[in-house]
């Protein structure tokens, strides 16, 4: 079993930024991938960033340029820099978690972008 604690959500005006964190903690497989999905009001989810083990970073296009998705494996926490943020990206983001043992998500947390 893995466990998934995200932080850093809140309200932002447009153009702003945050940062969220992802602790995880549990069976860590030492070869994993950690990532961050969305979720807004009325849409399916959707995939925002992944990072492998190695450093390897995915992205969605409706972010690249603007998130940048990083990984402290001494402390397996996985964070979320997000920048240049837009209405479009209001949303529940989840942490998830993807190893040999299978893959677990975090309760999410609430990012919201008006002005």
């Known amino acids: 079993q893995v466990q998934l604690v995200e932080s850093g959500g809140g309200l932002v005006q447009p153009g702003g930024s945050l940062r969220l964190s992802c602790a995880a903690s549990?069976?860590?497989?030492?070869?994993?991938?950690m990532g961050w999905d969305r979720q807004a009001p009325g849409k399916e989810r959707e995939l925002v960033a992944t990072?492998?083990?190695?450093?390897?970073?995915n992205y969605a296009n409706s972010v690249k340029g603007r998130f940048t998705i990083s990984r402290d494996n001494a402390k397996n926490t996985v964070y979320l820099q997000m920048n240049s943020l837009e209405p479009e990206d209001t949303a529940v983001y989840y942490c998830?978690?993807?190893?040999?043992?299978?893959?677990?998500w975090g309760q999410g947390t609430q990012v919201t972008v008006s002005s």
């Open positions: 998830n978690f993807r190893g040999a043992r299978g893959r677990y």
């Open positions: 549990g069976s860590i497989s030492s070869i994993n991938v």
């Open positions: 990072i492998t083990s190695g450093g390897i970073a």
